[in-house]
């Protein structure tokens, strides 16, 4: 009964893993891009989540409903600064040199750490939400109600997500894009701007995941890092052109940390995550479904 | 007016940003208050204002050790005031050995601070191993009692050597250890620890962490149905921005503190431990813990020295911190031969209808502990 409970636990946050990672993915696969900043858009959606709910309902614990009225406005607050910054700063050095790229996204991603932390401080944030009773009782298995919803809501983004770069004109648009640039602007499609579009999205789609961390996390101006880290880890699980992939290896993430927290200690949790890294690049580069880290087809 | 410069760092940004800022708070207020008293009287017949220089660290232990380094070198500081946590001042008292320049604390417990043989380093909080005894002699006390115990620790030095300790008190109570797991300080999930406490049956559960993962122990123990007979955590149960955050889940928490805002010991500065607290109150509008104290005994120590050698020399000011003992605010204050102070835990609990109450030893309770907890059910 242990062992199913670490993995309820590890697929509940997993699911989160994985739509953060989507977006790191696809800026991976549309603009050529390593975002070092993607973290901090996890971070400012958490925070847009917070003061919508602090401003609308005050202290304390709020309804689901108000909580989840926060998701909406922290994806297009996200998607305007993502669109920016890909407009603005990062196209400058797209197409260029990997280490100028990183460092970059690196530099952005200290700028907007030490802007949050001038803004709001240190203090860790949580949006409370207010369930009675908090959790149920599945055979044994505890699961925390706001985990299940955090759960269904990440899921949903990345199916979102999934649904409109498969089906729609402008998602295949971004889809050319990736596959060939030079090609996508001879028929006719805006590079730039469809490159913006994808920050945007991947920056959205990480803010509101940022959201339903703070419902049942915690929320902190240097919480970026661990997710770029980990969305790093399961863009090379999945591949990076794998939007299941990316679910897939978030889902198996969570649940290898939780497994090996439960099982040995939560010590262990990022070596093995990264242990596992490396045996997965040795053994199968490509990642699970995706077109591989060297980008090959 | 002639000045004496005192200087750190602290954490004012970073993990340890809230508690930081208590000492912060203390440090300004006591240097203030003894420069509107007309400034100290030193032993060298002369009066100095005092002047505080606090550099923000980030709670990082590295730049910690740079503000220092550039205080001492660059600045001129003679007298320093240690920074918050062990982690962080541990590295620091090292430059005050190295530059041989006195550093007086009360933001760092662990006993390794005081058994590297530094002369130069003193300490007002009781040292780290000790932090958990009395919140474990308590359960020990109460009925039922307790027979297993879970331990839930953060991987830094403070709690690790709050651990030890705890594992050495619950032995010496026969109280078995079920659980016991270290966690790593940047976690903000303790889901499935604190889900083998609860499939273990433990009785009791200790934290030794610090206020961050408090909340989030106060908030997991309900989503978890973790229900045990006492819960508590070596820091940060017991301020207000603790319950401001855990709400009504930081009901029936237990956490030690080295002060108690009712005492009446008598100051030279404050009047007493009521007029400090007062003045907490009145400057910054919340009610001071045993953080703030520590913070304004750190100053009160310097001030104490400063009087009793005939000249501000940084080895006759270590001296005189040395062979101090003066009653203050925090309580009498006087170092061991090791710089730390011998001082035992109170224990305090959150009630819902009376707050926060000092439950623990019993010669000086204000009410008797709720014990057992609790169910979350039964809430």
């Excluded at chain 2, 001082?343 to 030893?361: A, H, N, R, Y």
């Amino acid at each position: 009964m242990a062992v199913a409970q670490f993995v309820v636990n590890g697929l509940l946050v997993g699911a989160l893993f994985a739509s953060i990672a989507v977006g790191f993915a696809l800026i991976w696969g549309v603009v050529e891009i390593i975002n070092l900043a993607h973290g901090e858009m996890v971070m400012l959606g958490g925070y847009v989540s917070y003061w919508t709910v602090r401003s609308v309902a005050g202290e304390g614990a709020v309804s689901p409903v108000v909580a989840l009225a926060s998701v909406p406005v922290a994806l297009v607050v996200l998607f305007v600064v993502g669109y920016g910054l890909q407009r603005f700063v990062v196209s400058r050095v797209t197409g260029t040199d990997l280490f100028l790229t990183l460092l970059v996204t690196f530099g952005l991603s200290i700028v907007i750490q030490q802007l949050a932390l001038q803004a709001w401080s240190a203090d860790p944030r949580t949006v409370a939400v207010q369930f009675t009773p908090q959790s149920f009782d599945v055979g044994g298995v505890f699961v925390p109600k706001t985990k299940l919803l955090a759960f269904v809501g990440a899921i949903v983004l990345t199916v979102l997500l999934w649904a409109f770069l498969r089906y729609t004109r402008r998602g295949r648009a971004i889809r050319s894009v990736a596959q060939n640039p030079d090609a996508a602007a001879l028929l006719g499609i805006d590079v730039e701007h469809t490159r913006a579009l994808t920050f945007g999205l991947s920056s959205a789609i990480a803010g509101g995941t940022g959201a339903f961390i703070g419902m049942i996390l915690f929320v902190q101006p240097q919480m970026g890092l661990i997710y770029t880290l980990k969305s790093f880890v399961i863009v090379v699980f999945g591949g990076i052109g794998s939007v299941p992939g990316a679910l897939l290896g978030g889902l198996l993430l969570g649940s290898v940390e939780e497994l090996t927290a439960g099982l040995v200690s939560s010590q262990w949790t990022l070596a093995v995550s990264f242990g596992l890294l490396i045996v997965l690049l040795v053994v199968r580069p490509k990642g699970l479904f995706g077109r591989g880290v060297e980008g090959e087809p | 007016m002639q000045t004496i410069v005192l200087g750190g760092s602290m954490s004012l940004s970073g993990d340890n940003a809230d508690l930081g800022a208590l000492y912060r708070d203390s440090y300004q207020l006591t240097v203030d208050a003894v420069n509107e008293m007309g400034g100290v009287e030193a032993g060298d017949g002369n009066t100095y204002e005092l002047e505080l220089i606090i550099r923000d660290d980030e709670t990082d232990a590295a730049n910690s050790k740079s503000i220092y380094q550039e205080l001492i070198d660059q600045e001129g500081v003679d007298f320093l005031l240690g920074p918050y946590s062990s982690t962080v001042t541990l590295p620091a008292s090292a430059v005050a050995a190295q530059k041989q320049r006195p550093m007086v604390e009360g933001g760092g417990a662990s006993p390794k601070i005081f058994s590297q043989g530094n002369e130069w380093i003193f300490g007002l909080l009781p040292t780290a191993d000790k932090y958990a005894l009395s919140m474990v002699d308590m359960a020990a006390a109460q009925s039922p009692t307790p027979e297993s115990a879970g331990l839930l620790v953060q991987d830094d030095t403070f709690s690790t050597s709050a651990a030890e300790g705890t594992r050495d008190r619950l032995d010496e109570h026969g109280i078995e250890l079920v659980v016991d797991e270290t966690f790593p300080s940047e976690t903000s999930d303790l889901s499935t620890n604190l889900g083998k406490v609860r499939d273990a049956e433990a009785d009791i559960l200790i934290m030794c962490a610090h206020q961050k993962h408090a909340v989030i122990m106060a908030k997991q123990m309900e989503t978890q149905q973790v229900n045990v007979d006492m819960a508590g955590a070596t820091v940060g149960t017991l301020s207000d921005k603790f319950k401001e955050d855990a709400g009504a889940n930081g009901d029936y928490l237990y956490g030690p503190t080295s002060w108690d805002a009712g005492a009446s010991f008598e100051d030279p500065i404050f009047g007493d431990t009521q007029g400090f607290s007062q003045a907490i109150n009145d400057a910054y509008d919340y009610n001071p813990d045993y953080h703030n104290a520590a913070g304004a005994g750190v100053i009160e120590t310097y001030v104490n020295a400063f009087q009793n050698v005939d000249e501000l020399d940084p080895t006759k000011v270590r001296d005189a911190v040395r062979d101090g003992q003066f009653s203050s605010q925090y309580g009498e204050i006087t170092f061991l031969d090791n710089g730390a102070m011998d001082i035992s835990m109170l224990v305090k609990q959150w009630q819902p209808d009376t707050g926060k109450v000092l439950v623990w030893p019993e010669a000086v309770q204000q009410e008797q502990p709720i014990y057992p907890m609790p169910a979350w059910s039964e809430r």
